[in-house]
């Protein structure tokens, strides 16, 4: 079972990439694999009969005792039979009725992996599984409803079919969380084995059935099923008439045995079942495009379903059954007949309909079989269900159940009659009469999936027997009336019989008295409008929500999210009491005076209107934080504070020399002692919220194993880079991604529509040759501003600093240094080449594309964290290799050392994004008169040109 | 745990200093207070982590080194504030590039829903619906086919 699950949902995807090459042909590789299984489920079918139950278990989450667990009962069985025989006729008849091939493409794996996830719908016994399945067959509806999705009214099909469908599931879920709460249990068959009988589960099994209504098309939630006709007709007779439609009906079903002793549990289904029933009709007797009627009949039909089902006895239960089996039946077949007589006259409308009969004979005989079959004439399936729902309604209304016996009897017999009604309209007005639209030559293939289920219909008419065995074991779960009896064609003269014989009657003359009126279908139904008027309604309220608190003003969206932080956080901090007396006032003396020296640079610096000096005391600032970090015992820390602290200051220093002496200075100053008060309170929470932290800690520091571990598994010495490289390197994997866009961002802002870089970034190598010069000859005369000593020496210290670079990287298993550090010192080294001799030296330092150095070092990093599963290791494993070097001695090399390496190029890589975009293209902007030139003394400056593209 | 006072008040202090800061519309002023508050956190990181100690170095006494994992934290918090500093800091220039200054401007988008809220209408995504458009029921025939 599992096997045909999966063998489906991989087909979707193989049979979607194949579909270029086979064209539409490749519809007849699920209809091959759909029928197939469907043998092998027919086979099944004596042992199911028998009581068997078939299992297959697959643990999945045992934590949350959840088990991918399929069970094969008769409901199953009958369910599987549906979606894989009805399904793999329908998949034959798409091979002939899709024409273009975009269209089967996108098709033909939707429609695959529908049939897949059905499948695991009706066979999944753990109802989280269950609950998978059924959202994944709403996501494939809402695809298939949208496939084209050029139209705004498909579109708007697709949505709404998607939202009730959706609200009713997550209802679903919801019910079956409350019922594993009473349970204990996820398996249905458990549930069913011992039902709970609390008020929580009454409300559970109240929220799972708004799931099954919602998916099943019964009212309230009735109207997303006719819109749902924007898919294409093979489409919809799949997943809106056989099988999808079906789940709902499927879940009522399934829990009709453990909860159908609730006091509304009858009342409710009959009633709205009936409702569903009269209301579907009804709107299918004014239709005139055909597929639309077809659609409110099936709604009329599901509402049939519910109603027999509701009645909640064994001989119901076999009624309604059977009655499944018969609509997937029919209405496909008739949903096909339909696309033929589209495919044929390009036209699905009634008043340009008619006569048909003639020309498409063979189209027309299985509608006719298949319209009889819906409107319970024998010797159908259709009839056969029909007369055993009646006498079921009637035998209940003569034992306990008197008052929903009868109700539910006059109901069907009057939906019978409206059905009889609308299927005279479909048959006569498409192949009697006046003959209207001309036929077009198409395949004679075309039909032979509706006359195969049309003859079925007919078959399984002969078959009660049979189809009774069959579902005796589900119907003999349900715990009231009798014994069911066999499904016939002559059960001789019963009340029944003459309710059916009545309502061929009524509804034979219901369709003379309209005398097939072709009046234009009204709108919509009060329940439609109310959805529509809903969503207006939520729409709007965004909208005033969103004008109301979206003031699109940045420094007002920061003050309110600091507001809340203060009043909400900071209040609760001070209630509950975390903060005590219990202080160290310091650790070193070096951390108070570090600690002046840090917080008198921050007051002036935010006080300061100089651009530099602000920029200096921050300087100033990053240092000291270096220096805390050193006395707090974090060399790691305080060597990459420093590096980065460094690094930015040149980077600033580039910007800065195109940048105005002065900040600009809006007039904010009424509102700057508001801003220095929010600014103190929320300083003091944050300061308050560490120390809290600390105070009120009572578990051991989840860091308190790393000591042995760094050395056990990460084979390391250095605590903080074995944490880093090993133990979170998904966090580092995380991080150096974000240094990735950062730097991508930077380059892009910098080199934005610019055609003077080469590929992504690479400068255009300068026209002088530089590149033939020799090592320690200089740049004479390429600018006036170079110094020839400087760049002579800084070409000397380029390799030492490559050097110390690639040492703090080896070393950083063990003591401090890696990956980030040495990254930064090659960066320092870059912009200290750069400074001495501009961009032409830069190019020559490193001739190739930032780009590739930071794709590449994700690619290192990536793999490095990933290759173990190649030998059997987990994720993220490190493993020591030793060896004996001849000249080194001893040495071990530690897998993560990849890892560390990767990120090392990933920092150089942004560094030189950095240096180059920020140093080299800003002076490219200079040169073109691009760059923003400051005003004298001024905080503005005059923006650059733009570039013509 | 007894926390550090001196580290609790400095990391406080760049913290109110940076958001001071970072309320202004100058992109680089919010840069220095991005800065300042990301200096100020990672004090305070420290703050949480415990007691100062010894570097956190296999070889050490494991009862007197410094809490490891806050550090790991830190670090890459270093490095990213340095990668954003980078993005403000070419977004500023960009800023000075188009504009001559660097100030951020309200949102004109939110200006446009503000004025549908006061006019009581819907959002621009919404599509009233007209009774006239019934669904096209067309797709899986010729209509589809021929786009």
Redesign the interface.
């Known amino acids: 079972m599992l096997l045909t699950v999966t063998t489906l949902a991989v087909l979707g995807v193989v049979a979607s990439a194949l579909s270029s090459r086979m064209g539409r042909w490749v519809f007849l590789l699920p209809a091959a694999a759909s029928l197939a299984a469907a043998v092998w489920f027919g086979l099944q079918g004596p042992a199911v009969a028998a009581g068997a139950v078939l299992q297959e278990r697959v643990e999945w989450m045992p934590s949350l005792g959840i088990a991918i667990d399929l069970r094969l009962g008769a409901l199953q069985w009958l369910l599987a039979m549906v979606v894989l025989g009805v399904g793999g006729l329908i998949f034959v008849y798409c091979a002939w009725y899709f024409e273009s091939r975009t269209l089967a493409a996108r098709t033909v794996g939707l429609l695959t992996g529908f049939a897949a996830s059905m499948l695991l719908l009706v066979l999944a016994d753990d109802l989280i599984v269950l609950t998978i399945g059924w959202e994944l067959t709403t996501i494939f509806s809402y695809l298939l409803v949208g496939l084209n999705h050029r139209s705004s009214s498909n579109r708007r099909a697709a949505q709404t079919a998607l939202i009730v469908t959706t609200v009713g599931g997550l209802t679903m879920l919801t019910g079956i969380m409350l019922l594993e709460a009473e349970t204990g249990t996820f398996s249905l068959a458990a549930t069913l084995a011992d039902p709970p009988r609390t008020a929580a589960a009454a409300w559970a099994a109240a929220l799972m059935l708004v799931g099954a209504l919602s998916k099943s098309a019964i009212v309230p939630f009735q109207y997303w099923l006719p819109g749902a006709m924007a898919a294409p007709t093979p489409v919809s007779a799949f997943l809106h008439a056989a099988a999808m439609v079906k789940a709902g009906v499927f879940l009522i079903a399934a829990l009709t045995p453990a909860f159908v002793e609730l006091p509304w549990w009858r009342w409710g289904l009959v009633t709205l079942g009936i409702a569903t029933m009269l209301l579907g009709a009804v709107r299918a007797m004014r239709q005139l495009d055909i597929k639309v009627l077809l659609a409110h009949g099936t709604v009329s039909q599901l509402g049939l379903l519910v109603t027999v089902l509701g009645i909640g006895t064994q001989a119901s239960m076999q009624a309604g059954l059977a009655l499944l089996a018969a609509h997937a039946v029919f209405k496909a077949a008739l949903f096909m007949v339909v696309g033929v007589v589209d495919r044929g006259t390009g036209t699905r409308d009634l008043r340009e309909l008619g006569g048909l009969g003639r020309r498409m004979p063979v189209a027309a005989g299985a509608a006719i079989l298949a319209a009889a079959s819906m409107a319970g004439i024998p010797p159908m399936i259709g009839f056969l269900g029909k007369e055993a729902a009646l006498d079921a309604a009637l035998a209940d209304a003569q034992g306990s159940l008197v008052a929903i016996g009868w109700v539910a009897f006059i109901g069907i017999a009057a939906g019978a009659a409206l059905t009889v009604a609308y299927s005279l309209r479909l048959i006569v007005g498409v192949f009697f009469g006046r003959p209207g639209a001309e036929v077009a030559k198409r395949s004679p293939m075309l039909v032979a999936a509706p006359v195969a289920l049309a003859l079925l219909g007919l078959a399984l008419g002969f078959a009660g027997d049979a189809i009774s065995a069959a579902l005796l074991p589900h119907a003999a779960t349900v715990p009231a009336g009798e014994e069911a009896p066999h499904l016939a064609l002559w059960h001789g003269l019963t009340p029944a019989l003459g309710a059916s014989a009545l309502a061929w009657l009524a509804g034979a003359a219901l369709h003379v008295a309209l005398g097939g009126r072709r009046r234009a279908p009204q709108g919509q139904d009060p329940f439609e409008r109310g959805y529509h008027a809903s969503m207006r309604g939520l729409d709007r309220l965004a909208v005033e929500v969103t004008g109301r608190l979206q003031s699109g003003s940045l420094p007002l969206h920061l003050t309110t999210i600091l507001l809340v932080v203060v009043a909400g956080p900071g209040v609760a901090l001070l209630l509950a009491g975390a903060l005590t007396a219990d202080l160290r006032a310091y650790d070193t003396l070096g951390q108070v005076g570090t600690a002046i020296v840090i917080v008198v640079a921050a007051v002036f610096a935010t006080t300061t209107r100089g651009r530099l000096k602000a920029f200096m005391l921050l300087s100033v600032v990053g240092y000291g934080v270096a220096f805390m970090f050193l006395l707090h015992g974090a060399p790691d820390l305080a060597l990459t504070q420093a590096l980065s602290e460094t690094v930015f200051l040149v980077i600033l220093v580039l910007v800065l020399r195109r940048l105005p002496k002065y900040f600009t200075d809006r007039p904010l100053r009424a509102a700057r002692y508001l801003r220095a008060l929010l600014g103190i309170a929320v300083g003091t929470f944050a300061a308050l919220a560490a120390l809290a932290a600390l105070q009120a800690r009572t578990a051991t520091p989840s860091s308190a194993a790393f000591y042995e571990w760094a050395y056990d598994f990460g084979h390391g010495s250095n605590i903080v880079n074995v944490t880093l490289v090993d133990i979170r390197a998904w966090d580092t994997l995380g991080e150096v991604s974000v240094l990735l866009a950062a730097a991508t961002g930077v380059a892009s802002l910098i080199f934005v529509r610019r055609p003077v870089a080469g590929g992504s970034g690479v400068l255009r190598q300068p026209s002088k040759a530089s590149r033939s010069r020799g090592f320690l000859a200089g740049s004479f005369g390429d600018a006036s501003m170079d110094s020839p000593v400087l760049e002579m020496i800084t070409r000397l210290l380029f390799p030492i600093m490559m050097l110390v670079s690639i040492y703090l990287l080896a070393v950083g298993h063990n003591e401090p240094g890696g990956g980030f550090a040495g990254g930064l010192v090659a960066g320092i080294a870059l912009a200290v080449r750069y400074l001495a001799g501009g961009r032409e030296e830069l190019t020559e330092a490193v001739p190739f594309d930032a780009g590739k150095l930071l794709g590449g070092g994700m690619a290192v990093v990536i793999a490095s964290v990933v290759w173990p599963i190649l030998i059997g290791g987990r994720i993220g494993e490190s493993y020591a290799i030793e060896a004996t070097l001849p000249l080194l001695g001893d040495q071990k090399l530690v897998t993560t050392l990849f890892f560390d390496i990767g990120v090392w190029l990933i920092v150089f890589g942004a560094m030189l994004d950095f240096v180059r975009s920020l140093g080299a293209g800003i002076d490219l902007h200079g040169e073109q008169d691009l760059a923003p030139r400051p005003a004298w003394r001024s905080d503005r400056s005059l923006p650059g040109r733009e570039v013509a593209q | 745990?007894?926390?550090?006072?001196?580290?609790?008040?400095?990391?406080?202090?760049?913290?109110?200093?940076?958001?001071?800061?970072?309320?202004?519309?100058?992109l680089?002023?919010i840069l220095?207070g991005l800065?300042?508050a990301s200096?100020?956190?990672?004090?305070?990181?420290?703050?949480?982590?415990?007691?100062?100690?010894?570097?956190?170095?296999?070889?050490q006494d494991?009862e007197q080194?410094?809490?490891?994992?806050?550090?790991?934290?830190?670090?890459?918090a270093?490095?990213?504030?340095?990668?954003?500093?980078?993005?403000l800091?070419?977004?500023?220039?960009?800023s000075?590039?188009?504009?001559?200054?660097?100030?951020?401007a309200?949102?004109?988008?939110?200006?446009i829903?503000?004025?549908?809220?006061?006019a009581?209408?819907?959002?621009e995504a919404?599509?009233?619906?007209t009774?006239e458009?019934?669904?096209?029921?067309e797709?899986?025939?010729?209509?589809?086919?021929a786009?």
Do not use: K, W
Request: aromatic share 4%.
């Open positions: 745990m007894t926390p550090t006072l001196i580290l609790a008040v400095a990391g406080g202090a760049l913290t109110a200093a940076g958001v001071y800061l970072l309320l202004e519309r100058s680089m002023r220095a800065m300042l200096n100020g956190v990672n004090l305070l990181f420290l703050v949480a982590a415990g007691p100062a100690g010894l570097a956190p170095i296999v070889g494991p080194i410094a809490d490891p994992l806050p550090q790991a934290m830190v670090l890459t270093i490095v990213i504030t340095l990668a954003a500093s980078a993005l800091l070419a977004m500023s220039y960009r000075f590039q188009l504009e001559g200054h660097d100030e951020v309200d949102d004109v988008e939110d200006a829903v503000r004025r549908r809220a006061e009581d209408l819907s959002s919404y599509v009233e619906l009774p458009a019934q669904p096209d029921t797709s899986g025939g010729r209509a589809g086919d786009r």
